[in-house]
């Protein structure tokens, strides 16, 4: 499957969202949307391709960081991450391609471009391969308390629910198409979509939780997998484990990602190392072991060295 998708949707070192094999005739041309040979929408960059690819390792290390960067020059927002480099076309609602990008007139949620699921999806993408800094600023564009230290175009609006887009302030989708510019140039506000949508504020947590802390708990062993900017040194976090307390001490250094040390109480914690194809990969911990000695400890401390010293980031 790798071989096949870099084969065909890997094209001109960029990544195609979609390829139609027109008739089943396989010498016929092959026709790509979402890619920069696209002549029927005008959208040339899509952004969930490019992540999942990360996420699920389909890329060598430079293809990643290829992408990274197209993503940095053509999908990126002040508000984060954006679906397309610009939005689909709108005939009057009439469709050719892709039903409700082509047919709905609000210009907001997945229309708009900045639909937050997507966006989170790109910061777990951004701690996959350990860019610690990148990730934590973009955990931070989906906070909506104190978000217009953030994104300066944000409107204001409550900061105590979740948002599951950021939504320009275009009076209909014609001007969308062309005045799009103004959102990356940050000249026209942005309201928060609709608030607390489906699972996007349990996406948030998990990703704070599982990545951020890198704490993710399995039937036999506990992993620990943090990706902290170094300004969070020295950051503690009290958890309660198999109904033990536990409070974990992170010292970051460096990148901020990669597990070079763990002790329980001032002794060394075994573990073994998951694989991850852009980095050090997470600790793992047996859940036994680490149950029986902290049955045996009194203050019950897990120290985590993230980073080394003196490395630079992804």
């Known amino acids: 499957m790798k071989r096949d998708f870099l084969r065909l949707l890997l094209v001109d070192d960029v990544l195609a969202g979609y390829a139609l094999f027109d008739g089943g005739d396989a010498s016929a041309p092959v026709r790509y949307l979402l890619h920069p040979r696209d002549e029927s929408t005008g959208v040339r960059y899509s952004l969930l391709a490019m992540i999942h690819a990360i996420l699920e390792g389909l890329f060598d290390e430079a293809q990643m960081r290829h992408h990274l960067r197209l993503i940095d020059e053509h999908l990126s927002g002040p508000d984060g991450a954006r679906l397309f480099d610009r939005p689909l076309p709108y005939r009057g609602g009439l469709q050719r391609h892709f039903q409700r990008a082509e047919s709905a007139t609000f210009f907001g949620r997945e229309i708009g471009l900045m639909y937050m699921h997507a966006h989170l999806r790109y910061a777990q993408a951004l701690a996959h391969v350990g860019d610690s800094e990148r990730f934590f600023h973009a955990l931070c564009q989906a ?162 060295q993230v980073g080394q010293a003196g490395a630079s980031g992804a």
């Open 143 to 304: 906070n909506p308390i104190l978000l217009r230290e953030i994104v300066p175009t944000a409107a204001l609006r409550p900061s105590n629910c979740y948002y599951s887009s950021s939504d320009a302030k275009f009076a209909d989708r014609y001007q969308a198409h062309d005045e799009y510019e103004r959102v990356l140039r940050g000249t026209i506000e942005l309201d928060g979509g609709w608030r607390v949508y489906s699972s996007g504020a349990g996406i948030l947590l998990s990703l704070i939780v599982r990545h951020l802390l890198g704490l993710r708990l399995e039937a036999d062993a506990l992993l620990i997998d943090p990706v902290l900017p170094p300004a969070l040194d020295g950051l503690r976090v009290h958890a309660v484990l198999m109904g033990h307390e536990i409070e974990i001490v992170y010292r970051v250094q460096g990148t901020g990602c990669g597990v070079h040390a763990l002790t329980l109480d001032g002794r060394p914690l075994a573990s073994t190392e998951e694989a991850n194809p852009y980095r050090r990969g997470a600790a793992r911990i047996a859940l036994s072991g680490l149950l029986e000695e902290a049955e045996a400890t009194h203050r019950r401390i897990v120290v985590v």
